[in-house]
């Protein structure tokens, strides 16, 4: 069941995300280029307009689903169940570290990897 409901966290997670979607022609970002943007917010490496907008691109998304976690959570009994208290950028740190001890994972969509790390950092109790 515990499996189930991830796949349904995950499918509406990127559905919420499809309007994110980049222009024809482009892809969608990957774990590296996601880990690359995170890590600026994590280390605050924001000294250029470039590293800003990277780290905040990776704030928004990591935000975004969190909370559409969480609200799948609340409404079906799903396992995302962040602590009170628990920040954004804790969130962005958690990502970062599912990131650097999964590189076999980088390959994947970008909303897949945000929400597999934070189901993985914040299951529910059974």
Known sequence: MRRAQLI???GIVV?????????????MED???LLRECRYFVTEDVATIS???????????????????????TLT????CTPDGATTSQMI???VKFLEENPERL????VFLVTMALADAFPCSP
């Open 8 to 10: 349904g966290l995950v």
């Open 15 to 27: 559905a919420s995300g499809l309007w994110a979607t980049p222009a024809v022609g482009q892809e």
């Open 31 to 33: 774990g590296n280029q």
């Open 51 to 73: 590293n800003f907008g990277s780290a905040m691109r990776c704030g928004g998304l990591v935000k975004g689903v969190w909370q559409t976690g969480q609200v799948y959570s």
């Open 77 to 80: 009994g799903g396992n995302l």
């Open 93 to 95: 740190r958690v990502v």
């Open 107 to 110: 390959h994947r969509p970008e």
